[in-house]
């Protein structure tokens, strides 16, 4: 599976930003996908992640500010970022789990990451 995430940038605090990514490479089957991020000297850690059957968990740093999505025909999940702060700024990597549809153990892939940047 290859994942290409985009749409980070620079941004004002109190702005928007939409992360997209999309999955290739298959045929597969998705489990999970979300996003994590890690700014610089810090762990990476886990932003949020939806199901393939709609089960969403968010970040408490992100509750009632980030809203993710996804559309399963385009193997596509998407970050609406809101109300952005310094502190969100990191690199953001998308991340699903898939398998082969003859298989039955699922793996993890990752993006390349996307910057993204909040000025005060």
């Known amino acids: 599976v290859q994942l290409q995430a985009s749409g980070g940038g620079l941004v004002q605090a109190g702005g928007s930003l939409r992360l997209s990514c999309e999955a290739s490479g298959g045929p597969f089957n998705i489990n999970v996908m979300g996003w994590y991020r890690q700014a610089t000297g810090k762990q990476r850690e886990m932003v949020s992640i939806i199901s393939d059957g709609g089960y969403i968990n968010y970040a408490d740093f992100v509750k009632g500010r980030f809203t993710i999505s996804r559309d399963n025909a385009k193997n596509t999940v998407y970050l609406q970022m809101n109300s952005l702060k310094p502190e969100d700024t990191a690199v953001y990597y998308c991340?699903?789990?898939?398998?082969?549809?003859?298989?039955?153990?699922?793996?993890?892939?990752w993006g390349q990451g996307t910057q993204v940047t909040v000025s005060s």
């Open positions: 991340y699903c789990t898939a398998r082969p549809p003859t298989r039955t153990t699922y793996s993890a892939s």
